[in-house]
């Protein structure tokens, strides 16, 4: 009978003991958040909303013109919530079917890349916004009637790419209405 309750006692200790070492593994590396955002340039500044908060695109940019931000852009924001600083390689927007455009002499940013992103640290990108009507026109070309939402990325060095949460849906069959 007390050999069974070492062993019980023993396997609880073993298991608490396998529990931690497997949640010291997924806390110690780095935590990648990409959020992405729709904002301007102007009068010296960049101003952005996430896009979950947008609910009329054109209303929206109307809204920034009018403040005196005329430069229209995508904004990609990656935070590392993790212990460990990570490189990230490069930055853009795609679609789930795997199209996607990044910016390769047009990035709107203070940060270039590669950029090593440390625990607790948040980077902003910014790319001009009509890399995504022409994302649409691309996806038009290839799935005629279909909407696809577009994702914010951010590629890791190792080559894993880590998308933003919250997508930006728009109508492929009608580009023109957020150009």
Known sequence: MT????SIIALCVATANL?????LY?????????????????????ITVPVE?????????ASFESQGFSQL???VQAVNHGRLGVQLLDFG??????????????AITETPMPYVLEPHQEGT???PFEFVPDLIRACRGVWPHETHPIRG??????????RSTRSLTLDLRDPESVS
Not at 30 to 41: D, E, F, L, N, S
Not at 93 to 106: E, H, R, Y
């Open 3 to 6: 050999s069974l309750i070492i």
């Open 19 to 23: 529990t931690w070492q497997l949640a």
């Open 153 to 162: 990325y951010v590629h890791r060095a190792g080559g894993k790419k880590i």
């Open 93 to 106: 927007i795609d679609v789930p079917k795997g199209l996607s455009a990044k910016p390769v002499k047009d």
């Open 26 to 46: 997924l806390l110690n590396g780095p935590r990648i958040r990409v959020r992405m955002a729709v904002g301007a340039y102007g009068r010296g500044g960049l």
């Open 125 to 127: 990108w910014a790319m």
């Open 53 to 61: 908060k947008v609910k009329d695109l054109n209303e929206t940019f």
């Open 73 to 75: 852009v995508l904004v």
